[in-house]
């Protein structure tokens, strides 16, 4: 139906943008049918969305943490 959830840091300025726009399109990794969300966690509701496109081949990256070794003598 266009009800979006975001997750970290997307919640941020989405739903605000979102409500705010004329015309909302909605960029999706997965589509879900209706009833599998749960009302309580939609950020933005369907009305705000006019336009779904599924998105294809994301590439998920993992940052890695890099710790510098301590200088000799410590």
Known sequence: MGNLVYRKTARNFNPMMATAARVTIAEVEHLVEVGE?????????????QRIIQGELYEKRIERRTVRKAPAGD
Request: hydrophobic content about 30%; glycine content about 8%; proline content about 8%.
């Open 37 to 49: 969300l749960d009302g309580d966690h939609v950020h933005t509701p369907s009305v705000y969305v």
